[in-house]
């Protein structure tokens, strides 16, 4: 649900959607966009917050090609730059960058000054400085974007001092409006950088969260590696998995690369910068390669085709959960996200809470707590994810693991007794080994050297309730009930006293080992793979085609057209030019680039 107290102009003119067909070949709007546009052309500043994927290039984009004069964009990361700036020549705008590595540089001062230029992208420490004030005072200035706006607060999760230095260069042209663009949820971090800025209030524009074609899914982690090449098996298209270390990330894409004969690559900041450049340039190209990867990578990959994203260990808060995943699916097309947790990661992270300085200690416990609930909840995870960025969604989805096959329930209170009391009885120093064995009466010579085989709680598990004693721990570790001592042991935590006190209850999901069912139960969102007509010959030689296409231009296949352009050309198999304009993702200068050459591969079928 659109949130936006913008008062004025919530539909753009007609010449925008005409330009939205011809340059971007698009039919409609997605979600927001409308509004920021409309907005933008009416001269106003705005602050559009929007997920990833949702299309926020368009708004300045768009805007860029109609008015009169040059949209200045400044955005953090060159890789993103060029990114956009292939993608924009691509339809035919006029964009130019100015980076340290770009060669251009006479020229697009040229045509900066010349009022050729729709698109100006810069950084922002090139931005801030008294040279390139200069310049623009000698041009025409119809648009400042600020794109990753949330780094200029420094309550976001990305701070870079030189988003300060923004405001008083845009405050020299008090004329231009202004657009910041961001994903970035929090609060606190929207209203800093409105104010950062120099944005008002009413200039804040918020779209709906949700990602509904991604497919949530939170399963535990069980020979990873086995688990992960079926995640393979199940999506051929390009994906990212992350690890928690260097050593994991390169272990993993080793092991992956062999077990699948898919080019499978690793990146992480230990990596020489240039194989972390050349690894990163093969995924963007790539149409079927996984990159296994640190948290290091993914600000600035722009690849709309990424069609899973797995978590290999927990992440580090929702917020960088939602970010991560969000990379999937950019396109619309079907795309999963799922995660392999254990309880190891919880114990670990919890630990790593007290090397935190107290004053963010309670904050980052709470981030844990939030991440410890999705991971543990029976209900959908989408609503639990919304409802943690402040949406009010329904409460089922139709497009989670939990929604689409959903688990046995078991209250297990009175286990969790046993099990938190034999923990405390055994002295919170043995591992889940031990009180299993103490709980389930297997006597073996510690125990006995121990005089466990005494304790009250020896042997009162037994049949079905020990096989819910490993799932059982996972939980109380999850939700801090259980933690680890410094050798590994166990010790009770914060929330075992309103456990063992009757205050709090357990429920866990019956223990079967939920297999990926596919796509048995029919989601109402649709299905987690891409509708590609796998093995249709026509499809097939549009896509060889686009390759080719690629190759020659050097850019990364989806430049050319989306994989549902593509399935749209082979399904209305247009005879003509203007038929084929008809497509939606055509649009004129795309048309006119590759029009014949794709009408004659449609011709031949
Ligand atoms: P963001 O920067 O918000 O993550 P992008 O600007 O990269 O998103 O856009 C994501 C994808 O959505 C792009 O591949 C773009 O072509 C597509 N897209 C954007 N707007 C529309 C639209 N109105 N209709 C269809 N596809 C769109
Ligand atoms: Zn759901």
Redesign the pocket.
Known sequence: MPVSAAPLAPTAPPEAHAA?RRVFG?E???GV?EQVVARVLDGQSALAI?P???????TYQLPATLLDGTCVVVSPLIALMHDQLRSARANGIAAAALTSVDADWRETVDAFRAGQLDLLYVAPERASQPAFRELLSEGRLALFAVDEAHCVSEWGHDFRPDYRLLRPLMDAFPAVPRLALT?TADEHTRTDVLHQLGIPDEGMVVAGFDRPNIRYAVRHRQGVAAQLARLMEEQPGPGIIYAPTRKKVEDLAAGLAAASGRQVLPYHAGLPPEQRAANQAAFVASEDMVMVATIAFGMGI?K?DVRFVAHAGIPKSIEAYYQETGRAG???DPAQAVMFWGAGDFVQARQRLSEVEPARQAGERTRLDALAALVETHECRRALLLRHFGEDPPRTCGNCDNCLDPPGLTVVTELARKLLSAVYRTGQSFGFGHVQKVLTGASDERIVSRGHDKLSVFGIVEGDEARMLQPLSRALQARGALVATEHGGLALGGEARAILKGEASVTIARPVERQPRGDRRGGRRGSSTVPNPVGDPLFEALRDLRRALAKEAQVPPYVIF?DATLRDMAQAHPSTISELGEVPGIGAKKLEAYGDAFLAVIRQH
């Open positions: 939205l698009f409609t709007f997605r966009q929007m990833t994927g949702a299309g926020k290039s368009l994903a722009d709309p950019r396109d619309g989306h």
